[in-house]
C-alpha cells in the first residue's frame, strides 16, 4: 500500500471537510483553541462545549458550500450572532463547525416608503438603528444585549419593547435561509400579509438554528418617536406595582415599555450603574408619541400607579436622564453578578398571563430565600415575562442542586399558570426537559419538522429536543 493510499485510509471526514473550507474560505476557518471556545457558550453557568473549527462567511453562496459540505460529511452546524445567547444554544455538543455571520452584516436595502429594511444577519441591533437614523425610522425590537439580527430571529427574541411592539415574529416580513443540504430559500414576502401557503418565516423564527441558517431577513420598521418620555414609579410591595400593571394593560394604555426591578436588583443597579433610587419594588417606564401624546400617557399612568399604592414617581424627557436610567436597566445583569464578586450568573425567563404574575415572582421570591440563594427577579411585566438572575458558584455541588431545583420550580408554576417556561430566551439546551413537560406530544410533532428538513440531524445538535441517530 503506498503513503497516499494510507494517508487516504487515515483521513476522517472532520479531516476532509476541513480541507474543503480551508480551500473555500482561506484564513476565514480557525482551529485554534482560544477561538473555538470564544464560539461556544460563555454567557451562562452551563459548561463550555466548543466546536472543531470556527469559519466566517461573507455571501449566502458560502454559507451554502459551507452547510453543502457539512452535510455530505455529516458534520454538525452550529450558527452564531453576537454570541449572547442565554440557554447553551451555541454549545457544540458533538463538536462541528461554528458559521459566525459576523462579516454579512449589512443593510442591504431601505424602503422608507414601506416601512421596511433588507439586512444581513450579522449586523446589530444597535449598528441597525444608527444606519437608519438619518431616515427617520427604527427597528424597535430591543433584548438588551447588542445582539444580532439573525440570532433574535433565530431565539425570537423580544425585549423591553415588547409590549408596544411584540417579539421578532411580528416583526419579520420575509428571510433568505440555508437548509441543511445548502439549499437556498426565501420564506415570506414583502407585503403586510400573506395567505400564501404554510408560514414558513415564522417556523424559522424560533427554530434556534436547528431547521437553517438564516442569511437575510426582511424587517418591518418604525417612526422615531417625536417625544420620548422615560420615568420611575416606586412601590412598597410586589402586588401594587403588578397592580398597576394590570390596570393600564386593562386600559390599553399605549406604553412603550414597563420593566419590573425587585428591591434587591434595585440596590445592585444603584450601586453598579450609580442610581440614587429608593430601594423597593420599581418600575421603569417609558411614553412615546407627540409631546402631548406622551405627557398625556406618562399623566394617565401615574394616576393609575397612584391608585395602585405607588409611594414615589418621577419623569422626564431629558435625554442624558432616560438613557442612564435605561442603560442601568441593560445593566443589570452585570450589576447583579457585582453583589457576589467570583461568581457566576446564570439567567433564566419565565412567561405567565400577567394575573399570574404576582404570585409566580412572589413564589419565586420566596424559594430564592428557603433555598438560600442569592438572585434578582426583573421582568418586561407588560406582557408577563420576568427573569431571575441566580449568582452562583459553580465549584459547589450542593449550590448547583438547589439551583436547578429552584429553576424547575420557576418552570412548574408558570406552565401550571397556563404560561411558558420561557418567553425569549428559547430552549437550547437548557431547557429540554421544560419543553417536553409543556408541549407533551407536540414536541413530536416538532421532532418530525426537523427531521424532515434536518433528517442527517447536522444543524445545532442537542438543541430544543434530542434526536435520535
Known amino acids: 500500500m503506498t503513503q497516499t493510499e494510507t494517508q487516504h485510509l487515515a483521513e476522517t471526514p472532520l479531516d476532509a471537510l476541513r480541507q474543503e473550507l480551508e480551500d473555500l474560505l ?13 464560539h461556544a457558550n460563555t454567557a451562562t453557568g452551563r459548561g463550555t462545549q466548543a466546536p472543531d473549527m470556527v469559519t466566517w ?16 460529511h455529516g458534520v454538525p452546524v452550529i450558527p452564531f450572532g453576537a454570541g449572547s445567547s442565554l440557554e447553551g444554544q451555541l454549545n457544540a455538543p458533538r463538536g462541528g463547525v461554528s458559521v459566525d455571520m459576523s462579516r454579512m452584516a449589512q443593510v442591504l436595502e431601505v424602503r422608507d416608503e414601506d416601512l421596511l429594511a433588507v439586512v444581513q444577519p450579522g449586523i446589530t441591533r444597535k449598528r441597525l438603528n444608527e444606519e437608519l437614523r438619518a431616515t427617520g425610522l427604527t427597528f424597535p ?46 420564506t415570506g414576502s414583502r407585503a403586510a400579509k400573506s395567505s400564501a401557503g404554510y408560514d414558513l418565516t415564522r417556523l424559522m423564527i424560533g427554530s434556534e438554528g436547528t431547521l437553517g441558517v438564516i442569511t437575510e431577513a426582511t424587517l418591518r420598521l418604525r417612526g422615531i418617536p417625536e417625544t420620548v418620555l422615560g420615568g420611575i414609579a416606586a412601590f412598597p ?34 450601586a453598579y450603574s450609580k442610581l440614587d433610587l429608593e430601594e423597593t419594588v420599581t418600575l421603569f417606564f417609558e411614553c412615546t408619541g407627540s409631546e402631548a401624546v406622551a405627557r398625556d400617557t406618562a399623566e394617565t399612568f401615574a394616576e393609575l400607579a397612584r391608585d395602585a399604592g405607588a409611594t414615589h414617581i418621577d419623569w422626564s424627557t431629558d435625554p442624558d436622564t432616560r438613557s442612564k436610567l435605561w442603560q442601568a436597566r441593560h445593566d443589570a445583569y452585570w450589576a447583579a453578578l457585582a453583589l457576589r464578586p467570583g461568581c457566576k450568573g446564570l439567567v433564566s425567563d419565565a412567561c405567565v398571563p400577567i394575573s399570574a404574575l404576582a404570585a409566580n415572582i412572589a413564589a419565586a421570591q420566596e424559594d430564592l430565600q428557603a ?37 424547575h420550580g420557576v418552570t412548574l408554576r408558570a406552565q401550571a399558570a397556563g404560561g411558558t417556561c420561557t418567553g425569549e430566551h428559547g430552549i437550547g439546551q437548557g431547557k429540554i426537559g421544560a419543553l417536553a413537560e409543556e408541549a407533551g406530544p407536540a414536541v413530536a410533532v416538532m421532532r ?14 442537542g438543541k430544543i429536543f434530542e434526536v435520535s441517530q
Request: hydrophobic share 40%; glycine share 10%; aromatic share 2%.
Open 448 to 461: 418530525a419538522l426537523k427531521q424532515a428538513l434536518d433528517p442527517k440531524n447536522i444543524l445545532n445538535p
Open 141 to 186: 425590537i430591543d433584548p438588551g444585549a447588542d445582539a444580532s439580527v439573525g440570532g433574535m430571529c433565530a431565539t425570537r427574541a423580544s425585549g423591553t419593547n415588547a409590549v408596544r411592539y411584540g417579539t421578532m415574529a411580528d416583526n419579520v416580513l420575509a428571510l433568505e435561509v440555508v437548509l441543511a443540504d445548502g439549499t437556498v430559500v426565501r
Open 26 to 38: 482561506g484564513e476565514r476557518l480557525q482551529t485554534g483553541q482560544a477561538i473555538r471556545e470564544q
Open 57 to 72: 462567511p461573507e455571501t449566502t453562496e458560502e454559507v451554502s458550500r459551507i452547510l453543502r459540505s457539512c452535510w455530505t
Open 371 to 407: 433555598k438560600g440563594l442569592i438572585g434578582t427577579i426583573l421582568g418586561h411585566v407588560g406582557d408577563g415575562n420576568f427573569h431571575v438572575v441566580l449568582m452562583t458558584d459553580p465549584e459547589d455541588a450542593d449550590e448547583a442542586r438547589r439551583v436547578e431545583d429552584f429553576l
Open 237 to 270: 410591595d410586589l402586588d401594587s406595582a403588578v397592580s398597576a400593571v394590570i390596570l393600564l394593560v386593562q386600559m390599553g394604555l399605549d406604553i412603550g415599555r414597563v420593566e419590573l426591578l425587585d428591591a434587591m436588583q434595585i440596590r445592585a443597579c444603584n
